[in-house]
């Protein structure tokens, strides 16, 4: 997995992206400085409780921000130019053909007054497609994430769909634009558990299949740990970790990261009573000065209340935002690897 | 099909309501205090005069028979005749009711001009200057009377600038369309401020809504999004309720025919009351009814057209 | 503070003004002019407004500023009277529809279906051809057409609030009807029938008006705004002032109830977020 990582063509770039919602007069930080890139033909994930900045970070990426949010600074490079400078029509051009989204819930992301054609033929304005080619485009979409009998379907309304058809129409829909990069913001998050699975495969499946890239928003490291090759976590607008998939399970390095894997119901561990993390996420209008996970922090020390860590590299693309990270050296993951790297699950 | 017999179904269910309805009005018109015939006639009337009246009105008969004769005069179309005007009440009715549905459409009209823009532009600046004005607009819009608007647009448009009639609709079609914008555009005025305060809040829901998004991020124009995804479904519940108005307005036709002096039915009533003439005032009342019964069997039907999740049943 | 907040405040407490100014016109009108209403003045009929009848007068020779003050009794009694009669009642059949349910419940949808099937104006007309025009048919039509909307109104919330978890517990710790529906659902469901008042408040005025100018409710002498403007018709080319000053009261009056029931509903709106 590592060397992939390492060696792969970087399509998206963000650096040091801040993202502020302005309401009732009051200043909310709910992205900070947030630096990542995604490869060609990569899973990236972000983690973190609802909140957390992951959502908006994925929306700023194609500028889908509410009207009272503002991109103080940062930059989000996509095949070499900045799309927080594009104008209008050109960002349009990057929407949807190069950088596609599939929303949590179908049952609202879709128009419940339009028929799924109408929405999926909205992908071919613009291509020179005779009727003949759209139809076909998008009976192939909709057999592609498994809906049966397309044809007929395709000439329905998304409230006619069940629960996971629905999620599959939307990702047909998206799909018809052949991006290059896919924004899945939560795709499993309202389904049951048999179709998240299913879900989730046939998301890797297409990926593999299309040669895309995906960026997964999801706040279950289950899912992650099923999709992923590398992962951010987010906590209050921060990345405060970020690593390959591996890496971060068996051998995470911030005190939240590690929260989130102890709190996770497993059948490994012996013990088996879940662990949450005390306490609640500050709010985004009224971060503390120092590290933002310090006040529910079980290593927590002066310096972690004074003074704001920065990411550092503690190994090769693991990153971690803590003063005190040594501390969880040697610390037990999810997953148990020696430090070299290999795996004896 | 489905529609054909939803329809049929809703006939059916309307039957029972109407005549009870038109129990009611039976039991109404003759709970008028006095001896009809004597109040139809005035204190002065002969008695010969009087007893042939009675005797025309079945007032001789039982209650039973009267209301006998009174159903079967509704289902043949026989609503007894006029006293003022010395016709059939059918025919008078007929003879008027162009006029008050002509009125009708052009108030729809004007009302689909002056509330659905001014209502999505409120929607779209919702809390910002534009959406601040149309707002308080259609508030006092709300507050506005009816009868006093119409006075003072005639008092602007026919009595100082003489741009429209004072009174009547003429005789060709262009002096009865010519006639007819001054009540219409009175009409709209507090129907449109109902309607630009919903479509408005619809506007503000859809905006924000995950299928707007869904569809920003297709990269589509901002048109195709306000025109297909905010317009589109906003208009929904916007249309549903505009006909569900347009019965108002069909009332409103009372108040409206006689502010500027027009033939209609609305007028007729009022006058018919003046008059006494309560056969015509049963007749017309009869006729609202079917009418509001009509439409609101249309209203369901074009919800059902515009929106495919309402299922007609 | 926060914008929203002061904005909400603005509609509210220029609506209280209004309708505070319209209550003092209403209650004490002798404040505001030493003319009588009802006074005929053959000297001066139909005299344009002055320094001596700020709003003019009318073809008896009446003060129109003096009928226009006075005439704030009658149609604030006229708003509020037709409108506080069907606000309890269907309210409380409302209440009685939803919470109960079966064939209660069935039973008033029928007569609601009945009263839905005519016109607000159409009854109201045929009510008058009963009981002969005046402010007494004007109530009496009022509050036969009115209860529907409040009924529908609170039973759509009972339905809400019924199924809620702690009207629920309150049957499960076994309270009788009476406490749930006094203690859990009129406090949940009254807000919204208020900020429909308020409104309701608005066009029971409008009617109101619209029937005395159509001479079916309000009779003259008698000031009433629109008998007033009624009057005022024969006149329109010569005296507009008879028409245009009511026309502006019943207007202003009727923005401050209607700022008032916006003002209600956004704060209404906002605590329920």
Not at chain 1, 97 to 112: S, V, W, Y
Not at chain 3, 150 to 179: C, F, I, M, P, Q
Request: aromatic fraction near 8%; proline fraction near 4%; glycine fraction near 8%.
């Amino acid at each position: 997995m590592s060397d992939k990582i390492n060696t792969g063509d970087v399509l998206l770039d963000v650096k040091n992206l801040n993202v502020r919602f302005y309401s009732n007069g009051r200043e909310m930080k709910a992205v900070n400085g947030v630096s990542f890139n995604i490869k060609k033909g990569e899973t990236f994930g972000f983690v973190g409780e609802s909140g957390c900045g992951k959502s908006t970070t994925s929306r700023a990426i194609i500028r889908l921000l509410a009207e009272n949010a503002k991109i103080p600074s940062g930059e989000i490079i996509y095949k070499g130019q900045d799309i927080l400078k594009l104008s209008n029509d050109k960002l349009r051009k990057i929407r949807g053909k190069e950088i596609g989204m599939i929303f949590q819930e179908p049952m609202t992301a879709l128009n419940p007054v339009l028929t799924i054609k109408q929405q999926m033929y909205e992908q071919f304005i613009g291509t020179n497609m005779t009727k003949a080619q759209k139809e076909e485009k998008a009976v192939e979409m909709l057999r592609l994430v498994g809906i049966p009998s397309p044809e007929k379907r395709l000439k329905e309304y998304i409230h006619q769909f069940s629960g996971g058809m629905r999620q599959r129409a939307m990702i047909a829909i998206t799909l018809a634009a052949n991006p290059n990069l896919l924004i899945a913001d939560e795709p499993t998050t309202a389904l049951d558990v048999t179709i998240q699975d299913q879900i989730i495969k046939l998301i890797n499946k297409i990926k593999d299949q299309l040669g895309m890239s995906v960026l997964l928003i999801t706040h279950d490291l289950g899912v992650i740990s099923q999709m992923c090759d590398r992962v951010a976590v987010m906590y209050a607008g921060y990345f405060v970790e970020t690593a390959d998939t591996l890496t971060l399970f068996s051998v995470p390095r911030h005190p939240y990261t590690k929260g989130l894997i102890d709190a996770l119901p497993s059948t490994d561990k012996k013990d088996l009573s879940l662990k949450p993390i005390k306490g609640t996420a500050p709010s985004l209008a009224d971060l503390p000065s120092g590290c933002p996970f310090a006040p529910r922090c079980p290593y927590k020390e002066d310096k972690c209340d004074a003074e704001l860590p920065e990411m550092k590299e503690i190994s090769p693309g693991h990153m971690v935002r803590c003063h005190f990270h040594e501390k969880l050296k040697g610390a037990q993951g999810l997953i148990s690897i020696d430090e070299e790297g290999d795996n004896n699950v | 099909m489905d529609v054909l017999n939803y329809i049929l179904k809703r006939v059916l269910q309307m039957i029972p309501v109407f005549i009870i309805v038109t129990i009611l009005i039976f039991i109404l018109i003759r709970a008028i205090p006095g001896d009809p015939a004597m109040v139809m006639l005035g204190e002065r009337a002969t008695p010969e005069s009087l007893a042939a009246l009675r005797e025309k009105l079945g007032l001789n008969e039982s209650y039973i028979t009267q209301f006998l004769l009174y159903l079967k005069g509704i289902v043949t179309l026989d609503l007894g005749d006029s006293i003022k005007f010395n016709m059939p009440v059918v025919d008078l009715i007929f003879s008027r009711v162009g006029t008050t549905i002509w009125l009708t459409i052009m108030s729809t009209f004007f009302t689909v001009i002056f509330s659905f823009i001014p209502g999505y532009i409120a929607g779209i600046k919702k809390d910002k200057i534009p959406d601040q004005i149309i707002r308080l607009i259609a508030l006092i819009g709300l507050s506005v009377p009816s009868f006093w608007i119409g006075l003072v647009l005639l008092t602007l448009f026919a009595v100082q600038i003489k741009i429209f009639p004072v009174s009547g609709w003429g005789d060709t079609f262009i002096e009865h369309f010519v006639g007819l914008i001054l009540p219409s555009i009175t009409q709209a005025i507090g129907v449109s401020a109902i309607l630009i305060r919903n479509l408005r809040n619809n506007v503000v829901d859809i905006k924000n809504s995950d299928y707007v998004d869904f569809a920003k991020s297709k990269g589509i124009s901002q048109f195709r999004i306000s025109a297909f995804h905010i317009v589109r479904n906003a208009l929904i519940p916007t249309t549903t309720l505009l006909s569900l108005k347009i019965i108002a307005m069909f009332g409103g036709s009372i108040v409206i025919e006689n502010v500027f002096t027009l033939p209609g039915i609305g007028a007729l009533l009022v006058n018919s009351i003046y008059a006494r003439d309560y056969a015509v005032v049963q007749g017309i009342i009869i006729m609202f009814v079917i009418v509001v019964m009509v439409i609101n069997l249309l209203t369901d039907i074009i919800y059902s057209i515009l929106d495919p999740r309402v299922k007609l049943s | 503070m926060n914008k929203k907040a002061i904005k909400i405040n603005v509609s509210l407490i220029i609506g209280i003004i209004i309708v505070g100014i319209a209550l003092i016109m209403a209650l004490f009108p002798s404040m505001f002019t030493n003319y009588d209403p009802e006074a005929i003045d053959a000297t001066a009929m139909l005299a344009p407004p002055s320094a001596e009848h700020i709003f003019g007068t009318d073809n008896y020779g009446r003060d129109i500023f003096a009928r226009v003050i006075y005439s704030a009794r009658i149609d604030l009694l006229i708003g509020v009277g037709a409108m506080i009669i069907p606000f309890f009642v269907g309210t409380a059949l409302g209440i009685i529809s939803g919470y109960y349910g079966g064939k209660v419940d069935a039973f008033l949808m029928r007569v609601l279906d009945i009263f839905m099937a005519f016109p607000y104006m159409v009854l109201a007309i045929a009510i008058v051809a009963i009981t002969g025009a005046g402010i007494k048919a004007l109530f009496i039509s009022m509050w036969l057409v009115g209860w529907k909307e409040y009924t529908r109104l609170v039973r759509s919330e009972v339905l809400v609030v019924k199924n809620s978890e702690y009207v629920e517990a309150a049957k499960v710790l076994g309270y009788n009807d009476l406490r749930i529906i006094v203690r859990s659902i009129i406090p949940n469901v009254l807000s919204s029938a208020i900020v429909y008042g308020a409104s309701d408040i608005v066009m029971c005025m409008m009617s109101g008006a619209a029937m005395s100018y159509l001479g079916l409710g309000v009779q003259s002498p008698t000031p009433e705004w629109g008998a007033i403007i009624s009057g005022g018709k024969a006149f329109l080319s010569i005296a507009w002032w008879i028409t245009i000053f009511p026309g502006i009261f019943l207007v202003v009056t009727g923005l401050g109830f209607s700022l008032i029931g916006d003002g209600l509903s956004d704060k209404l709106r906002q605590k329920g977020r």
